[in-house]
C-alpha cells in the first residue's frame, strides 16, 4: 500500500507477482536470515551468520562465497585445451590458466514431490546453471544427487514398512518418485553431457511419540563441480549503456510462481496451481547455452560484465539482479514468446528453463552474435542498464509499463522473520531386539534401499562424459561397489583435480539434531578422507543444507541447535 502510494497508483500486476517471487522464502532465506526466539531467549546470531563463521574463522581459499551463484576456492594452474578464437573455426591450443573450483548445492524437494521427473531433471539442470553463472562463466564438469522418500512398499514381505498403513499420496507413491527422478536427473545430465559421479538414496518412516514420521514431500538433492578462471571468477558491475542479453527458449506457461509455491508446504495450494509452478527440461537448449557461455569463458579476454541463470522467478529476479547496481530497463516485446497467449506477467514471470542473462559493453555483443550463431544458441538483445536505479519492464510496441518502479520497492527491506518456538524433550524408545533373529535383521537391512545395490541408479547415467572423470560411482573391475568419493581431472594431462562426497545423518538427528548434523560433516569427511588432499583438511569445503519443517512445535529449536552444532564442529 505505501509502495502504491508513494507510486501515486494502483499497482500492476506484473509488480505484485514479482515482489511476491523475489521476496519467497525460496530467494531471500528468511528463516535463516530470522531472528529465532527459543525457550522466550532471543539468540544471538541467525543461521546464517553461524554459517558464515566458519568461512570468516578459516577463509583458507575462499575466493568468493555467499554471494554468487556458487562458490568458489582457489585451484591450481592447469592446461586449458581451448580453440584458439571462438567465434570461427581454429586450431585448438594448450595454455595454461590459474582456476577456480566451483562448488554447488541445492535442492529441489517441491517439484520433485509434484512431478519427479522434470523436477528432479531441472533440478539438476538448474544447479548446472548455477556454476555456468558464476562470476563471469564457468566450467561444469560433474554433478552429485540426493533422493530420500518415504518407504516404497515393493514387496508385501517388508515388515519394516507395515508400522505405517500406506496412505494417499500427495501426486505420485515413493516407488514411482525414486524411479522418475532418478530417472530425471540421469536423462538431463546424459543430454547436456555432464555425468553424475556421487550420491545417496534413503528410504524411511517412524511413528512414535503420536507423530508419524517420513519423507512425504522427498527430497531431491543436486549438487556439482567443476572450474573457471581466476581472473573471471568475480561479476562486474554495469554501467549506463550496457546491454543486456539474453540466451537461451521461448517464454511458455511455466513454472509459474515457483519460488513462492515452493516457500510453502506441499499440498498447501490447489493442484493446478502446483502443478503449473512445476518447471520443464531442455538440456538440449542449455547445452547450446553453456557453449556459447563456455566460449567466452574460454577466450583470452572474457566480454561478460555479469551473468545470472534463470530460475526461480525467471525473468523478474534474473534481470532484476543483474541490473541491480545501475537499474535497467527491458523490452518485453524482444523476449520470444512461444506461446501467443501469454499475459504481461506472465511473459516476464514464467520459469520456462535453460534461460541465461548477461550484461556486455555494447562493443562485445556483435562476438556474441556470432558465437551463438555458431553454437545454435538463440540469442536477444533485450534491454540496457539505465544508470538511474529505475526497473521498467516496458513493450515498446505497445507501451504497456508491466512493471516500472525503483528497484528498492523490489527488493526493499521487509520486516525480519521472528521465529519463536519451545525446546521439546523427545525421548525415544530403546532398540529391541533378539539375537537369535540376527540371520533375520540382516536379510531386513540388506534390503534397505539405502544399503542394496544401486545399480538402478548408477547404470544409467553416463559415468564417464567429458574425458575428466578420474573415480566414477562404481569401484573394481565389475564397478559393483559403490565408490565413497567422486573424482575428475581438471585438465587432460596433469595431476589436478576435485574430490566430491556426501554425508547425511537424518534419522540420527530425529534423536539428538546437533549431533546428527556433526555425524553428516563427518560422514561426508569419512568418504572423502582417501582423496590426496593438496592441503590436508584445509583443502576440503563445505556445501551444507538443512531440510527442516520449521512450523512444526520444537522444530526450529532443533534447527538453531543443528546449525550452531555444524558451525562449531566445523569452526
Known amino acids: 500500500k505505501s509502495v502504491s502510494q508513494s507510486l501515486g497508483r494502483k499497482l500492476t500486476d506484473s509488480e505484485v507477482f514479482g515482489f511476491s517471487q523475489v521476496n519467497s522464502e ?75 573450483l566451483s562448488l554447488k548445492a541445492e535442492t529441489h524437494n517441491f517439484p520433485t514431490t509434484v512431478e519427479p521427473f522434470n523436477g528432479a531433471a531441472t533440478g539438476t539442470g538448474g544447479e548446472i546453471r548455477d556454476r555456468m553463472a558464476g562470476g563471469k562463466g564457468s566450467i561444469p564438469v560433474a554433478g552429485t544427487a540426493v533422493y530420500m522418500t518415504s518407504y516404497p512398499r515393493l514387496e508385501d514381505n517388508r515388515p519394516w514398512e507395515k508400522e505405517i498403513p500406506a496412505r494417499k499420496w500427495l501426486y505420485q507413491t515413493p516407488e514411482e518418485i525414486l524411479i522418475k527422478a532418478s530417472n530425471g536427473a540421469s536423462d538431463f545430465g546424459n543430454k547436456f553431457g555432464q555425468p553424475i559421479i556421487c550420491g545417496s538414496v534413503l528410504t524411511f518412516e517412524h511413528i512414535e ?103 526461480a522467478g525467471g525473468h523478474l529476479n534474473c534481470l532484476s539482479e543483474l541490473v541491480e547496481s545501475t537499474g535497467g530497463k527491458i523490452d518485453t516485446s524482444k523476449l520470444p514468446v512461444g506461446d501467443p497467449t501469454l499475459s504481461q506477467k506472465e511473459i516476464i514471470g514464467n520459469e520456462s528453463q535453460e534461460r541465461m542473462g548477461l550484461v556486455l559493453h555494447e562493443k562485445d555483443v556483435e562476438l556474441l552474435n556470432r558465437i551463438a550463431e555458431r553454437e545454435r544458441s538463440p540469442m536477444y538483445v533485450i534491454g540496457e542498464a539505465t544508470g538511474d536505479m529505475q526497473f521498467t519492464f516496458e513493450n515498446s510496441k505497445t507501451g504497456e509499463k508491466s512493471i516500472d518502479w525503483q528497484l528498492s520497492y523490489m527488493f526493499g527491506k521487509p520486516p525480519r522473520t521472528v521465529l519463536e518456538d519451545k525446546t521439546l524433550d523427545v525421548a525415544y524408545k530403546g532398540i529391541e531386539y533378539s539375537s537369535e533373529r540376527l540371520e533375520d535383521y540382516i536379510k531386513q537391512v540388506l534390503q534397505l534401499e539405502s544399503v542394496a545395490c544401486k545399480d538402478w541408479l548408477t547404470n544409467k547415467v553416463d559415468r564417464s562424459v567429458t574425458g575428466r572423470i578420474a573415480k566414477q560411482q562404481g569401484a573394481g573391475p565389475l564397478h559393483l561397489p559403490l565408490n565413497n568419493v567422486g573424482v575428475i581431472t581438471l585438465d587432460y594431462q596433469g595431476k589436478a583435480g576435485i574430490a566430491t562426497s556426501i554425508g547425511h545423518a537424518p534419522v540420527a538427528a530425529l534423536i539428538d539434531a546437533a549431533r546428527g548434523s556433526v555425524l553428516s560433516i563427518a560422514e561426508a569427511l569419512t568418504n572423502i578422507v582417501f582423496a590426496p588432499l593438496a592441503d590436508g583438511i ?34
Open 538 to 571: 584445509r583443502s576440503v569445503s563445505l556445501s551444507a543444507n538443512w531440510m527442516w519443517p520449521a512450523k512444526q512445535p520444537g522444530e526450529n529449536s532443533r534447527i538453531y541447535e543443528a546449525v550452531n552444532a555444524s558451525s562449531e564442529f566445523a569452526c
Open 26 to 100: 525460496h530467494c531471500r532465506h528468511k528463516i535463516f536470515n530470522g531472528v529465532f526466539i527459543i525457550d522466550g531467549i532471543e539468540k544471538e546470531s541467525t543461521l546464517f551468520q553461524m554459517i558464515k563463521k566458519t568461512s570468516r574463522i578459516n577463509p583458507n581459499k575462499i575466493i568468493s562465497a555467499y554471494k554468487d551463484n556458487c562458490s568458489f576456492v582457489q585451484g591450481p594452474v592447469v592446461e586449458q585445451f581451448a580453440p584458439r578464437t571462438q567465434d570461427k573455426s581454429d586450431f585448438f591450443e594448450v595454455k595454461d590458466i590459474e582456476t577456480v
Open 209 to 311: 511419540n503420536q507423530r508419524k514420521l517420513g519423507f512425504d514431500k522427498v527430497i531431491m538433492l543436486a549438487g556439482g563441480i567443476g572450474f573457471g578462471k581466476k581472473c573471471d571468477s568475480l561479476k562486474a558491475e554495469p554501467v549506463k549503456g550496457d546491454k543486456v542479453i539474453l540466451l537461451g527458449g521461448d517464454n511458455y506457461r511455466i513454472g509459474m510462481g515457483g519460488g513462492a509455491v515452493s516457500s510453502v508446504a506441499t499440498g498447501e495450494y490447489e493442484n493446478a496451481i502446483e502443478l503449473n509452478a512445476v518447471q520443464r527440461a531442455n538440456p538440449e537448449m542449455q547445452k547450446r547455452v553453456f557453449n556459447a557461455i563456455r566460449a567466452l569463458a574460454e577466450s583470452d579476454v572474457n566480454p561478460v560484465v555479469s551473468i545470472h541463470d534463470h530460475g
